[in-house]
């Protein structure tokens, strides 16, 4: 994210994403049809006296996957658990990403 947004942070980056084009990349990557999202976080967060904006952001970035990830659900784009199974994910679809590859 740009610098200004997240000064707090290991790696700034001048001219970063603006919070509101991370909240369109996040709705546009759960939105989509064939998408399976495995996991979300969000990290380099170092500790700044004064102000809690980097913080402050990536709560209001965490808070945006989690509604994504809950709208996606609404809207039947991700399996519940299986039951009986321990709680194991059932598979969405199979990819095709690696086939014809060489091992």
């Known amino acids: 994210m740009d610098g200004p947004l997240v000064p ?9 994403l603006s919070f509101w084009h991370a909240v ?3 709705e546009a990557v759960f939105s989509a049809p064939k998408a399976t999202v495995i996991s ?4 380099e967060i170092a500790r700044q006296d004064g102000t809690p904006l980097t913080q402050f952001t990536a709560a209001m970035v965490a808070t945006k ?14 399996e519940k658990a299986a ?8 598979p969405m679809h199979r990819h ?6 060489p091992n």
């Not at 979300?40 to 990290?43: I, K, Q, S």
């Not at 039951?83 to 059932?90: F, I, M, T, V």
């Not at 095709?96 to 590859?101: K, L, P």
């Open 40 to 43: 979300a976080d969000v990290n």
């Open 83 to 90: 039951e009986g199974r321990g709680g194991d994910r059932a």
């Open 8 to 16: 707090a942070t290991g790696t700034p980056v001048p001219g970063g």
């Open 96 to 101: 095709t990403f690696t086939q014809g590859t």
């Open 65 to 78: 996957i989690v509604g994504a990830h809950v709208s996606a659900r609404r809207a039947g784009r991700w």
């Open 24 to 26: 369109q990349a996040i």
